[in-house]
């Protein structure tokens, strides 16, 4: 089954894209940030942008609590936050440095996002986050599949005018039953220059282990003619400060499917890590984070540990009550 499933997906890959994080006991983390505007032309979808940059305004899919009088939907009191690392790619597999090459996910990593999926099958989620990476992507695309609201995560195409006309939906109601997904580079995965699609051991060979580990884990020294991590913080927290958070300011549910790097960094941001903590932070593929966003403030609620696991909707009130929905609508 495992591999019909796999094969089913990987096969679909085309018509996506053209283009137990191993944690240290903490005390929750809890960080305040800035907020940004809501934008005119986001009335549609009660999605929100900044004056900086891209629009993550996305006509196509309506989301829930916006309707098209372009009334402002009313703010929540709380917001969930939702973090995944993609799971297993091929090159993963094949234990090849990835960096931004656009490589699939292998029957284990599909299995590992449609687990993921069940983790986080009862937690709202509003609009999705990803990278412009087909294994981000795929991730956040069988994650969201195995959600008990059953709607539907819709690639946004907002690349050229003719791409935003082609992929307008007509129906209001289907448009009710959708999610955005976004898609943004500058949450793809470290660039890791001339060192991608090297052997990591092949590599540690020919220039020495030390060089290697320095490449890898340090926090401000490149690999030849690549990012650092720091470099990484630099784009991926930029885009999660100007385009994601005034989503949440605004109540919308998020999650974000992306890489080891670039939501590395982004927890960097939230828990307020130093550049020794977060080089030695390491996040599993496929297991789901959860933060709660709350008075401009995030806390960090963990890893839900299944997908029946009461005690992950008892953090807050609101969790419970929507989960107590979903009951009711699926009886």
């Known amino acids: 089954m495992a591999a019909s499933t796999s094969q089913h997906v990987l096969s679909s890959t085309k018509l996506w894209s053209n283009s137990c994080f191993s944690l240290e ?7 305040s940030v800035s907020v940004g505007r809501r934008c005119p032309s986001a009335r549609n979808l009660g999605l929100v942008c900044s004056s900086k940059s891209q629009s993550s305004v996305v006509e196509p899919v309506q989301l829930p609590g916006s309707p098209k009088s372009g009334t402002t939907p009313k703010k ?14 091929l090159w993963n597999e094949k234990n090849l440095f990835t960096g931004c090459v656009d490589v699939p996910l292998t029957p284990k990593g599909v299995e590992e996002a449609i687990e993921a999926g069940k983790r986080i099958c ?4 509003d609009v999705i986050y990803t990278s412009s990476l087909i294994r981000a992507q795929m991730t956040a695309m069988l994650a969201m599949m195995q959600h008990r609201r059953k709607k539907v995560p819709i690639i946004v ?3 050229s005018e003719q791409a935003h006309k082609w992929s307008r939906i007509y129906s209001e109601e289907t448009k009710k039953q959708s999610i955005p997904v976004i898609t943004a580079w500058q949450l793809n995965e470290r660039m890791y220059g001339e060192l991608q699609g090297l052997n990591k051991q092949e590599t540690a060979d020919r220039f020495g282990k030390e060089q290697v580990h320095e490449w890898r ?3 401000d020294i490149p690999p030849p ?3 650092s991590l720091e470099m990484c913080a630099e784009r991926a927290v930029a885009y999660f400060k100007d385009q994601i958070i005034p989503q949440l300011v605004a109540g919308k ?4 499917a992306a890489h080891g790097n670039s939501l590395r960094s982004i927890i960097m941001h939230l828990d307020k890590l130093t550049s020794q903590e977060v080089i030695s932070l390491e996040l599993s593929t496929g297991i789901p984070m959860l933060y709660i966003f709350k008075e401009g403030k995030f806390i960090r609620r963990g890893s839900p540990a299944g997908p029946s696991e009461a005690g992950v909707y008892a953090y807050t009130k609101n969790l419970a009550q929507y989960r107590q929905k979903l009951d009711s609508m699926i009886q």
């Open 25 to 31: 006991k903490r005390t929750c983390h809890v960080h």
């Open 76 to 89: 929540s009191s709380e917001s969930a936050l939702i973090l995944i690392r993609h799971g297993e790619s």
């Open 122 to 125: 009862n937690i709202p989620v």
């Open 157 to 159: 195409h907002n690349e």
């Open 217 to 219: 884990r340090s926090y």
């Open 225 to 227: 003619n690549g990012e």
């Open 253 to 256: 549910h998020v999650m974000i």
